[in-house]
């Protein structure tokens, strides 16, 4: 990466983090306010409803999967797993106290398979860290710039 594309590359980094916190936020809201649960019995009768909040379980976390491989987390991207799953189990625990809720297993369930599906759809994301397709790798016994030993670059020339 040169000096002159790093800016961007940070602000673009930046926005992947607001992003994905923004998103974490209203998350984090909706699953520990009875606003939602309100606004669903007002519009939705018992079955809709039931069967809407499931879906919106899967799909939840799938956006929140698929938001957390797109910020690349390569090192420690399983702390990211851990926190995603973690996330799922202490909303539904704080839902116990949260009037109109209810903490469920089947939903800790639900929220679990929209963050497999979430991963699964962005496995790219969130596999090791590799050379961009148009940055070969380094040829073995080389360092990073490519050089070997002999002094050679291991780069074609044009």
């Avoid at 520990?32 to 799909?59: D, S």
């Avoid at 909303?91 to 800790?108: A, C, M």
Wanted: hydrophobic content about 45%.
């Amino acid at each position: 990466m040169t000096d002159a594309t790093r800016p961007h590359k940070e602000r673009g980094n930046r926005l992947r983090w607001l992003m994905w916190s923004g998103y974490l936020t209203l998350l984090t809201a909706a699953l520990v306010t009875p606003q939602p649960t309100q606004a669903a019995r007002q519009v939705l009768t018992e079955t809709p409803a039931f069967v809407t909040a499931k879906i919106v379980h899967v799909a939840a976390y799938a956006v929140l999967a698929m938001l957390t491989g797109w910020l690349r987390p390569s090192r420690h991207r399983w702390l990211f797993m851990a926190a995603l799953v973690l996330h799922a189990l202490g909303t539904e625990y704080v839902q116990q106290f949260v009037p109109l809720r209810t903490g469920s297993w089947r939903d800790v369930g639900l929220d679990l398979l929209g963050i497999a599906l979430g991963t699964l759809l962005t496995w790219n994301w969130w596999r090791e860290a590799r050379p961009p397709a148009s940055e070969p790798a380094a040829p073995a016994g080389s360092d990073a710039d490519g050089a070997t030993a002999a002094g050679e670059t291991g780069r074609l020339n044009s």
